[in-house]
């Protein structure tokens, strides 16, 4: 059993800057491949960033450049470092970690969400 919690969520003005982490704990021996999402009101969920457990990383577009993911796995923490934040970003960021059950199989385990709010 996994659990995620997220947490550094807030509100900040354009052009600052946030670091949401999220600690893993239980079986954290299953857990593989782990990824930020997000939500805007009135949006699709969306990836906006992937990191495999041995550091290879994806982001989306938009992110590029400006978002940098990385995890600790002797603290069992991932973290998403945002800088130059535009109003755009604001959304709910969710945690998410695949879990191996065996062979290729995987289960996704997602976190509460924390809450990102870029002002103009």
């Known amino acids: 059993q996994v659990q995620l919690v997220e947490s550094g969520g807030g509100l900040v003005q354009a052009g600052g800057s946030l670091r949401l982490s999220c600690a893993a704990s239980g079986s954290i021996n299953m857990i593989r491949t782990m990824a930020w999402y997000r939500q805007a009101p009135g949006k699709q969920r969306e990836l906006v960033a992937i990191?495999?457990?041995?550091?290879?990383?994806n982001y989306v577009d938009s992110v590029k450049g400006r978002f940098t993911i990385s995890r600790d796995n002797a603290q069992n923490t991932m973290y998403l470092q945002m800088n130059s934040l535009k109003p755009e970003d604001t959304a709910i960021y969710y945690c998410?970690?695949?879990?191996?059950?065996?062979?290729?199989?995987?289960?996704?385990?997602w976190g509460q969400g924390t809450e990102v709010t870029v002002s103009s």
């Open positions: 998410n970690a695949a879990l191996k059950l065996g062979g290729t199989l995987t289960y996704d385990k």
């Open positions: 990191i495999t457990s041995g550091g290879n990383t």
